[in-house]
């Protein structure tokens, strides 16, 4: 009898549903076909603004966005980790490492994924979990590989600068590690940030903002 080999995992780390899908979600669907993915998503973005109106509370709304998204981008489970939208910081490092440590000690992924450490927006909590990230990263000799998702100077140029108080700057290509290519996911990915019907307010100004722009998604990696 022939055994069947377990599929290596992968697991992507972030702050908010949505985060994935109007990031690196091209990337988190081609890796779904190799890896078994897993999203850990520290809050439910119940502040967020919300372009729908609906009778349930935002957060349960977003929670289920996001379970839909993941399912189209082929990811076999999402894990919430009870953390209050707005609140990351470092008051809240090593709670918020304990909980992602918990699970990932579980799973013994090879590969993270996460937001770049400027939160590509500038929001705090996309700060905070990639730090917490690059943190659990250095601690689990399991880990190999992690990809800070990055946003190009390009990119950047595109969009307002009207959100937080600082949106950090893009990054040049000689700052960047790995390229993936996603023109043949892309309607794929776009799928997964329309599943984000709250969030139709900035899935539509992203994607308009990235007309005309390459099909590719951006990272810096770290090795061991």
């Known amino acids: ?39 850990l998503t520290a809050t439910k973005g119940e502040i967020g603004k919300s ?86 990263f250095h601690r689990k000799p399991f880990i190999k590989k992690i990809m800070y998702s990055a946003i190009t100077e390009e990119a950047r140029a595109r969009m307002g600068d009207e959100y937080f108080i600082y949106r950090p700057p893009g990054y040049k290509l000689s700052e960047i590690d790995e390229i993936i290519d996603v023109a043949d996911v892309w309607e794929t990915k776009l799928k997964a940030m329309q599943a984000h019907k709250s969030q139709k307010h900035d899935y539509e100004n992203i994607i308009k903002s990235r007309e005309g722009l390459p099909k590719k998604e951006y990272f810096q990696v770290k090795k061991k």
């Open 51 to 136: 372009s729908v109106k609906g009778e349930k509370p935002l957060h349960e709304i977003r929670a289920d966005e996001l379970r839909e998204s993941a399912k189209i981008l082929g990811v076999k489970k999402v894990f919430f980790l009870g953390f209050k939208d707005g609140t990351l910081s470092n008051s809240l490092y090593h709670k918020l490492a304990a909980k992602i440590e918990k699970i990932l000690d579980d799973l013994k992924p090879e590969l993270i994924i996460t937001s770049n450490p400027n939160g590509g927006s500038g929001h705090i909590d996309h700060i905070t979990v990639s730090m917490v990230s690059s943190f659990v």
């Open 1 to 39: 009898m022939k055994k069947t080999l377990k599929k290596k995992v992968a697991v992507g780390i972030f702050a908010h549903p949505d985060d994935e899908a109007f990031g690196p979600s091209g990337t988190i669907h081609k890796l779904a076909k190799e890896y078994d993915f897993y999203l």
